[in-house]
């Protein structure tokens, strides 16, 4: 019976870490600190940047709010979840709903507070970002485009926080914001080509549900072309160190990634195409470590910032 039980427990443990997709937040947490040490406070020694306890507040914030927020959507999202991804489905259903608003909740309210002992401002930030998490999910997810625009800002909005903290405007830093908006959007689009079933039943009406997947595709198309704008400037202009080998890299995989778009008819060949998306982006996390703090603060050399 003891057994039983246990097994239970950590069943509903497992289900819940899936709801909150734990398994992206470390990252998104470490894009962060990689971030602050390497593009947003260079001329800082790195272990000056990861003992700041202020950034550690923000960063868990963060995570805290981004784990609310997948729970929220996936609240909102249990009908068309079940047709899209069954499996998943019947595993985030060991906890039930009202678990998880509690569990929500809890984390909405710890957010604050850790918030508020960096600044006011920082609790209005998140207060902010905890309300548009909530509307985009019950509201603008919905609509085309809208919710693919408000879905992307909300990724890159944690990143703004620690921008904010840092009181730094290097133009480099918006080129980055750039290339990574135009991938989350490109990827946003390649999910509602892969949810499109589970989107009509539930009434959501996306690009690929009002317009067809052809526009869509030349949607996503467009944006592929556009990331070359911010790939442009950080190369040639900006420069950012070895991790140009990176950028190099990814416009082989985008035009990899282009040339099975245009095949790709079936759900499964969509996720193929939304996991090609997912490893550029997340190899990107990585190869923040590649730039040179000189590039931006000159004379100084990699060696100093440990």
């Known amino acids: ?26 990252i998104i947490a470490l894009a962060q600190y990689l971030s602050a ?26 995570s805290l709010t981004i784990a609310s927020g997948y729970i929220i959507n996936n ?45 006011w401002r920082a609790a209005v930030f998140f207060s902010a970002y905890i ?6 999910s019950h509201k603008l997810k919905k609509y085309p485009l809208i919710g693919n625009l408000t879905a992307a800002l909300l990724a890159i909005l944690p990143f703004f926080g620690i921008l904010m903290y840092f009181k730094n405007f290097y133009e480099v830093i918006f080129a980055h914001a750039t290339f990574l908006f135009l991938l989350i959007l490109t990827r946003e689009l390649i999910k509602d080509l892969e949810n499109i079933k589970g989107d009509i039943v539930a009434d959501y009406r996306t690009i690929p549900v009002m317009f067809g997947e052809k526009i869509a595709k030349t949607i996503i198309t467009a944006l592929t072309f556009l990331t070359v ?23 082989m995989v985008i035009i990899y990634f282009l040339s099975r778009l245009w095949k790709a008819e079936t759900q ?10 997912k490893f550029l982006i997340v190899t990107g996390v990585f ?14 050399e990699l060696l100093s910032m440990l």
């Not at 998943?88 to 509690?102: C, F, P, Y």
């Not at 499964?268 to 998306?277: M, V």
């Open 268 to 277: 499964k060949e969509y996720l193929h195409l939304h996991n090609i998306l």
């Open 37 to 62: 040490i390497f593009i947003l406070a260079p001329e800082e020694r790195a272990l000056d940047v990861i003992l700041d306890l202020n950034l550690f507040f923000i960063v868990l914030a963060s």
């Open 1 to 26: 019976m003891a057994s039983r039980k246990t097994r239970l427990t950590r069943m509903k443990i497992l289900s819940m870490f899936s709801v909150v997709r734990g398994y992206n937040i470390p």
């Open 229 to 251: 704008i911010p790939v442009f400037l950080l190369i040639a202009v900006y420069d950012v160190g070895y991790m140009d080998i990176y950028f190099y890299s990814g416009m």
């Open 287 to 300: 190869s923040i470590v590649l730039i040179k703090p000189q590039v931006i603060v000159h004379g100084r």
């Open 75 to 119: 609240f909102y999202d249990a009908q068309k979840d079940l047709i899209n991804r069954p499996k998943k489905s019947m595993l985030d259903r060991l906890v039930s709903q009202g678990t998880k608003l509690r569990v929500y909740f809890m984390l909405n309210f710890t957010v604050f507070l850790l918030a508020l002992l960096v600044s």
């Open 131 to 136: 309300f548009l998490i909530w509307f985009y």
